[in-house]
Each structure stands twice: as C-alpha cells, then as structure tokens.
C-alpha cells in the first residue's frame, strides 16, 4: 500500500501569514492527490484536487501543487476561518489513504 | 438538497453488530462510487471501506478486513456498512462520502458516533 505522510503536525501562524504544508507519498502517484480542511466537529471539506485543481467555492488564497511523490498545500494570507486541520488523500488507488494531518493553529 | 445523511450509530458492547446506514439524496446516486471514512475521537482520518456504482466491487482497510462490510442499494439511495464483532478501537465518527472523479470526496455526511465499550 502507499503511504502518505505529512509535515508538520502542526504549525502556528497569524492572521495574514502564508503556510505550507507538504505531504508525501512513498511512491509515485501522478497528480492523483486531494486535499481537505476539516474544523472540530464538522465533517472534512475538500478544498483541492488533482493535485491543484481548486473545488467550487473555495478561496483563491488556497492553492495546491506538486507531482510524483511530492505535494504541498499553500494558504497565502491566512484568515481566522483558516484555523483548521488539513490533510491530504490518495486518489485513483485503494486504499484511499490520507495523511496523519496538519493542524494550523493561532499564534 | 444535494447531502448524505448517516444514521444507526450508537453504544455498542465489545463483539457485538451494529449496522450503519447513509442515505442520499439530491444527485443521480448510481453514478457514483461511495466510501466510508471513520475519526476516532482526537485523531485523523482514516479510510475504511469502498464501494462501486452498482455494488458489484468492495475493497476495505485492513483494519477492518473479515468484520466490515459494505453495501448499497440503488433503489433506496442508501449506502450501508455492517460491522460485526466490535472492538474497542472501532469506536469513532463514521462518514459516508461521495467520490468523483478519481476518488476525491466532494461530498460528506455529518457523521454518527459509533462508540464500543463495555
């Protein structure tokens, strides 16, 4: 099975700071890779997909890049919204395998 | 309204069976392939089962292997998941989602709370 692995657990930032997180994987997957964001209590809401295609109704600030084995996700301006935990997922292969996750928390 | 709506989670003694069911409405159901993914309460996400447009392929995490399984039927809108012999660790969130494409979730349930314990 592939393997997706994420950095970092977690990261503190401001509002207006840009982050990046990067996930991955143990062997090469194209550009088969989405990204989530999920909030305590609610359920995970996709963000990005192919890698850095950016689903409907999702800010420009995100953005996502990468092929292969290597993949990041950027919040270019953060907002108080943005305060959430993100993870990354395999597509196109079964298992459908996320990353631990990225918690971005407020400074 | 597009939306998955999960139901049948519960307290549930170690060993014993609960069925979980997710019902869908507001999109052509059968032309899509529908997944279960599961949040042990503080931790991530973890993928835990697979089902085709017409039922006919299921693939399952290893975790849950021989105790889970998963099915549909077209006619009700309504993905289910069987889980026999509980454990412990089987306690989480469990969502139904919807994949596209490739396999990304573009649309999730708001969870049910399965908890095992003794």
């Known amino acids: 099975d592939i393997q997706m692995t994420q950095s970092p657990s977690s990261v503190s930032a401001s509002v207006g700071d840009g982050v990046t997180i990067t996930c991955r994987a143990s062997?090469?997957?194209?550009?088969?890779l989405a990204w989530y964001q999920q909030k305590p209590g609610e359920a995970p809401k996709l963000l990005i997909y192919a890698a850095s295609t950016l689903q409907s109704g999702v800010p420009s600030r995100f953005s996502g890049s990468g092929s292969g084995t290597d993949f990041t996700l950027t919040i270019s301006s953060l907002q108080p919204e943005d305060f959430a935990t993100y993870y990354c997922q395999l597509a196109n292969s079964l298992p459908r395998t996320f990353g631990q996750g990225t918690k971005v928390e407020i400074k | 309204q597009v939306q998955l709506v999960e139901s049948g989670g519960g307290v549930v003694q170690p060993g014993r069976s609960l069925r979980l069911s997710c019902a869908a409405s507001g999109f052509t159901f059968s032309s899509y392939t529908m997944d279960w993914v599961r949040q042990a309460p503080g931790k991530g996400l973890e993928w835990i089962a697979f089902?085709?447009?017409?039922?006919?392929?299921?693939f399952y995490a290893d975790s849950v292997k021989g105790r889970l399984t998963i099915s549909r039927d077209n006619s009700k809108n309504t993905v289910f998941l069987q889980m026999n012999s509980l454990r412990l660790e089987d306690t989480a969130v469990y969502y139904c989602a919807r994949a596209r494409g490739r396999g990304w979730f573009d649309l999730w349930g708001r969870g049910t709370l399965v908890t095992v314990s003794s």
């Open positions: 089902i085709s447009y017409d039922g006919g392929n299921e």
């Open positions: 062997q090469g997957i194209g550009n088969w």
